[in-house]
């Protein structure tokens, strides 16, 4: 079935270095990826999205790299911040909207 | 814009009650809302979809007639926990999307539910 699977549960970084969050996703067939961002006690916040036609996006300081080859997404946050600090989630649209298990991203002072 | 509000953000009650969390769109419409349940540290597991005008579609395992959804506008879709039990409590996320072809899922800030 359907799964979106992360790996890395936790990542530490330090404030200014940049940081790389991964994704593995099972469904061949997904043609829609997004990634999340949620803080403690709060919803998830869209970050960046990224159609199965494309392999590369960039937004304000994060880019999102798809390979369709290895179903493998990542998301690389440029310049991290403390305010970066957070669980990351990457999610795939199939039937419906699958979640991975989130990567917890730690900034270090 | 694509702005979901969820009404409480907190709230506690006792076994044996029911509550009641509300989902709106402020600034689109929403023919389908989709319910969230999240355990500490875990990911978003799926609920039930939640269609205007319409039943609920359920997720495997999930009793519809403990968690009751209304979905009576465009805008605004409910989440009823009946008979409450401590293992109810949760965080509780709803969604929606503006369009239902690969568009992004915008999120309400969740509400914790604690029974006690």
Redesign the interface.
């Given at each position: 079935g359907e799964s979106v699977g992360l790996h890395l549960p936790t990542l530490s970084v330090q404030e200014g270095d940049n940081s790389i969050i991964n994704c593995a996703y099972s469904n061949s067939a997904s043609?829609?990826f997004?990634w999340?961002k949620q803080e403690s006690?709060?919803?998830?916040?869209?970050i960046i999205?990224i159609?199965s036609n494309m392999d590369k996006r960039q937004g304000q300081r994060v880019t999102v790299l798809l390979n369709k080859t290895v179903k493998h997404l990542s998301l690389q946050i440029a310049a991290t911040q403390p305010g970066d600090s957070a669980v990351y989630?990457c999610?795939e649209?199939g039937q419906?909207?699958v979640?991975?298990?989130?990567t917890r991203l730690s900034v270090l002072p | 814009g694509a702005v979901v509000s969820q009404h409480p953000s907190r709230v506690i009650c006792k076994s044996g009650t029911s509550v009641k969390i509300e989902c709106r769109s402020l600034d689109f419409q929403a023919t389908t809302m989709f319910w969230y349940r999240q355990f500490p540290k875990k990911s978003l597991m799926l609920m039930a979809t939640s269609n205007e005008g319409s039943k609920a579609t359920y997720e495997q395992g999930v009793e519809k007639d403990k968690f009751l959804i209304n979905h009576a506008s465009l805008t605004l879709s409910t989440l009823t926990v009946t008979s409450a039990h401590p293992e109810d409590s949760s965080f509780y996320i709803c969604s929606a999307s503006i369009s239902s072809y690969n568009s992004p899922l915008h999120f309400g800030n969740g509400t914790r539910l604690t029974v006690t």
């Amino acid at each position: 079935g359907e799964s979106v699977g992360l790996h890395l549960p936790t990542l530490s970084v330090q404030e200014g270095d940049n940081s790389i969050i991964n994704c593995a996703y099972s469904n061949s067939a997904s043609d829609y990826f997004i990634w999340y961002k949620q803080e403690s006690g709060k919803g998830p916040q869209f970050i960046i999205d990224i159609r199965s036609n494309m392999d590369k996006r960039q937004g304000q300081r994060v880019t999102v790299l798809l390979n369709k080859t290895v179903k493998h997404l990542s998301l690389q946050i440029a310049a991290t911040q403390p305010g970066d600090s957070a669980v990351y989630f990457c999610a795939e649209n199939g039937q419906n909207f699958v979640f991975g298990p989130g990567t917890r991203l730690s900034v270090l002072p | 814009g694509a702005v979901v509000s969820q009404h409480p953000s907190r709230v506690i009650c006792k076994s044996g009650t029911s509550v009641k969390i509300e989902c709106r769109s402020l600034d689109f419409q929403a023919t389908t809302m989709f319910w969230y349940r999240q355990f500490p540290k875990k990911s978003l597991m799926l609920m039930a979809t939640s269609n205007e005008g319409s039943k609920a579609t359920y997720e495997q395992g999930v009793e519809k007639d403990k968690f009751l959804i209304n979905h009576a506008s465009l805008t605004l879709s409910t989440l009823t926990v009946t008979s409450a039990h401590p293992e109810d409590s949760s965080f509780y996320i709803c969604s929606a999307s503006i369009s239902s072809y690969n568009s992004p899922l915008h999120f309400g800030n969740g509400t914790r539910l604690t029974v006690t």
